[in-house]
């Protein structure tokens, strides 16, 4: 009801395609080719620019003419999917049923999974996947199942299809399942072997169709360049030097001034149209480059915005877009990081309270997903709405701390002790 009432109050927002994955779903549609269409060039020019998974989902869609209503459904159901999924996790991880009832509920009404489940963006497919993963490799640790592994494996290779940055939970997952299978060494180097070659086996048709199209086995994307290079240029490092507290960083300019010959569908890089922009591949590695060289130039700047990407990929308020943002506009804002204010401190307390159990299974898978992520975005360009994934896990460790500061309370009560 709750995921659906949202969807209804803001399905017009299916309309706007930030990223290009709707534009690229249509290319794939009409030609078969994953590519940039004719919108920006006189062909289909193909491109890796972003994760294939869900322009893939999206072009299911694509010649219907009711196709934003089945978008909303589909998102409508991942996003139930998901409390379903948490739900399941709670029972798994040690929670008694209330406190995965409440999990489930505060990933229902999560302010940052709602307003990405109207967008045509990756969020809420990733969050899906993440906490299905979540139960499968909890699963194949607990159970020592080699089905469950493989299972594991082709959601871990999903998730990696539907964002990048997976990969690196995915590596932490891999070196730490070894310890974690409660069975003799054999059984779990067949529960790793069975992960890992169903992982190789899904994400191998993309690796292999970026082989003969660039040259080389991409498993990723060729946006990881741009990504970094967005979050370590000069001009950033300036405005954190100088901008004030709490200002959104304008990056119009250093998208003029760079220029990078990089796909023009990329949200937040301006081109001319009329330019065909160089090889995908070289102007990753070229962006790459210089990232690296301004992080060489600058490294106590590059530090400090590390801490500063941290900072946003875990702060509580949503960034003032509009200048001219209304009252009830910033209000919403306010709302949302009380929210979160308390929702963290009690994903805190959980985790305090939960000390040793976090790096043992089942706790341990979401600990590394929400390392591997905070790691990864520590360099890379990043803000709030990027931790969506990682929302499932905040609400099993807040749902903990919530029902082991209830059974204190309890506890401490002689009237609740002698009833």
Not at 122 to 141: G, K, N, S
Not at 180 to 195: I, N, Y
Not at 251 to 278: K, T
Not at 379 to 400: E, G, I, K, N
Request: with cysteine; aromatic share 12%.
């Amino acid at each position: 009801i709750v995921r659906g009432r949202v969807m209804i109050s803001f399905s017009d927002s299916l309309y706007y395609d930030p990223d290009g994955y709707r534009h690229i779903a249509g290319r794939l549609y009409s030609s078969g080719t994953f590519a940039i269409g004719r919108e920006f060039y006189p062909f289909n020019h193909p491109t890796a620019y972003r994760p294939p998974l869900y322009p893939l989902l999206l072009a299911v869609f694509e010649g219907l003419a009711t196709k934003h209503y089945f978008i909303g459904v589909v998102h409508v159901l991942l996003g139930v999917g998901t409390v379903c999924a948490v739900f399941r996790l709670g029972q798994l991880w040690g929670l008694p049923p209330g406190g995965s009832l409440l999990a489930a509920a505060l990933v229902t009404v999560d302010p940052i999974l709602l307003n990405q489940s109207v967008q045509l963006m990756t969020e809420t497919l990733a969050a899906f996947l993440a906490a299905v993963a979540l139960v499968a490799i909890t699963r194949a640790a607990r159970n020592r199942s080699i089905r469950w592994g493989m299972l594991a494996g082709a959601l871990f290779a999903l998730c990696i299809l539907c964002r990048p940055t997976f990969l690196a939970w995915l590596i932490a997952a891999v070196a730490v399942l070894p310890f974690c299978v409660e069975s003799k060494w054999r059984r779990a180097v067949g529960v790793v072997t069975g992960l890992t070659a169903v992982t190789a086996a899904v994400l191998a048709p993309w690796a292999i169709r970026n082989q003969m199209v660039f040259g080389r086995p991409i498993i990723t994307t060729t946006h990881g360049g741009y990504t970094l290079l967005l979050g370590n240029n000069p001009q950033f490092y300036e405005y954190l030097r100088t901008g004030a507290w709490g200002s959104v960083w304008d990056a119009n300019q250093f998208n003029s001034q760079r220029r990078l010959q990089m796909n023009p569908i990329a949200g937040g890089i301006s081109f001319a149209r009329r330019e065909r922009p160089d090889d995908e591949v070289a102007t990753d590695a070229r962006a790459y480059e210089l990232a690296f060289e301004n992080i060489r130039n600058e490294p106590l700047m590059f530090a400090y915005a590390c801490l500063v990407r941290v900072g946003r990929l875990w702060g509580v308020m949503p960034h003032q877009i509009d200048p001219q943002e209304s009252t009830a506009r910033r209000m919403l804002r306010y709302a949302v990081a009380i929210w979160y204010a308390a929702e963290l401190l009690l994903a805190v307390a959980g985790a305090w309270l939960l000390k040793r159990k976090l790096l043992r299974s089942p706790w341990i898978w979401g600990v590394l997903l929400m390392l591997s992520f905070t790691a990864v975005h520590a360099f890379y360009w990043t803000d709030l709405r990027m931790r969506a994934p990682l929302m499932s896990v905040v609400a099993l460790l807040a749902a903990s701390g919530m029902v082991a500061i209830a059974t204190s309370r309890r506890d401490a009560t002689p009237l609740l002790n002698a009833t």
